[in-house]
């Protein structure tokens, strides 16, 4: 996979995170190679830090969030997702994820951000006739009208016009 950094994302950061996620991964039992075995992803999400699949049995983080963030916050997350990966599926946030998360260390918060984390600016700003404006990663592939001159109905009038955000 390509790691897509956004501005001011570090790549050196992603390589020591690589090896910090991997060794507390290895602590808690979680390792790659045999049967039932653990491995480590990167993926390229702009606002989602981690997922835990208990199909492909991997843990996968985010290379451009991670690219942006200290190495408190971003293990504080792997060892969010490490606790799905012990507590098993179908636990998501109850207390059992919840004591797990806590006795491995991590704040046990349900979502990254509490700890300063940094978000990664949208790329694209879209903006209708009348001036409301939206954000989003990935540019519509098709017209959308603005949600607020017309909330119910598909009015042409109110086409957003996108355009990278600088
Ligand atoms: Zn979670
Ligand atoms: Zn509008």
């Known amino acids: 996979m390509e790691i897509k950094l956004p501005p001011g994302g570090n790549l ?24 039932g075995g653990w491995s480590f992803k990167w993926g390229n999400a702009a606002k989602v830090g981690g997922t835990c699949s208990y199909k492909t049995r991997t843990l996968r983080f985010s290379a451009p969030l991670f690219s942006l963030w200290t190495t408190a916050q971003a293990v504080d ?44 600016p949208p790329t694209w700003k879209g903006t209708c006739p009348k001036g409301h404006v939206r954000y989003a990663y990935r540019k519509p592939k098709q017209a959308r009208c603005c949600g607020i001159c017309s909330p119910h109905v598909f009015d042409a009038r ?7 955000n600088q």
Do not use: F
């Open 158 to 164: 109110y086409i957003r016009k996108w355009e990278p």
């Open 12 to 35: 050196e950061q992603i390589k020591r995170i690589e090896a910090v996620a991997i060794t507390l991964m290895a602590k808690h039992g979680l390792r790659p190679g045999q049967a």
């Open 77 to 120: 997350l792997i060892k969010h997702e490490i606790a799905h990966a012990l507590a098993g599926e179908g636990h998501h946030h109850d207390e059992i994820w919840w004591k797990i998360a806590r006795d491995i260390g991590a704040t046990g918060s349900r979502c990254w951000g509490k700890l300063g984390e940094k978000s990664i």
